[in-house]
């Protein structure tokens, strides 16, 4: 078996596509029947094939009803600021999200 390398990236080097700092804050408040929570991502910049990649920060928010034991309402927001960011080189990731979701359980 013959050991394939690359000489543009040493043995040792950090891994394609893998950011070598992340910081993730992820808060939550719950109160009765509501609660919200919010998670901030940044990740630091990395190197892709082609090129580099920028760092980048964004965040979700999200709300919850649960007005009966069965049934719960949650909005959700992803990528609140609306943020253009990349995670592969020239495939923009989406923009901001808005869901509505309603969940009975049985």
């Known amino acids: 078996v013959k050991s394939v390398t690359n000489p543009d990236y040493p043995a040792g080097s950090q891994l394609l596509y893998?950011?070598?700092h992340k910081l993730i804050l992820d808060m939550k408040m719950q109160r009765k029947k509501w609660s919200a929570h919010y998670t901030h991502r940044w990740v630091g910049s990395y190197q892709g094939i082609n090129g580099p990649i920028k760092a980048f920060q964004i965040g979700d928010l999200s709300a919850s009803y649960v007005p009966l034991d069965l049934l719960s309402i949650r909005f959700i927001v992803r990528n609140i600021w609306n943020h253009a960011y990349f995670?592969?080189?020239?495939?923009?990731?989406?923009?901001r999200q808005v869901t509505l979701q309603m969940r009975w359980t049985i």
């Open 18 to 20: 893998t950011p070598k």
């Open 87 to 95: 995670q592969v080189e020239n495939r923009a990731m989406p923009g």
